[in-house]
């Protein structure tokens, strides 16, 4: 799903009289929340103030499940044991006896 970059933040009061507030992508979808009520409409906008800031500083961290098999694929290769792209079973066994024998 892609989402175009966020265009606004709303806060609002609920039915029970407690504030909360959404970020808003440019298509409309609400892809952010407080995750919590705030009794006053001032604690609200400061939450989310203080999320916007949090977010623009916060590191980006990108998980790949094909990394691991990458880096092992890299280390075959760099042992000259393998020169395909997928490694086999023996290939797994094989790295697992060296980084045993390096211990």
Not at 30 to 58: H, P, W, Y
Not at 87 to 97: A, H
């Amino acid at each position: 799903m892609a989402v175009d970059r966020i265009t606004k933040y709303i806060v609002q009061r609920n039915q029970a009289g407690r504030w909360f507030w959404h970020e808003i992508a440019g298509n409309g979808e609400v892809v952010g929340t407080s995750g919590q009520s705030f009794a006053s409409k001032a604690d609200a906008i400061r939450a989310c103030a203080n999320a916007k800031l949090r977010a623009a500083e916060a590191p980006v961290e990108v998980r790949d499940p094909n990394a691991a098999m990458t880096e092992l694929i890299r280390q075959l290769a760099a042992a000259r044991v393998v020169q395909r792209k997928q490694p086999s079973v023996l290939d797994y066994m094989f790295l697992g006896q060296m980084q045993a024998q390096r211990r």
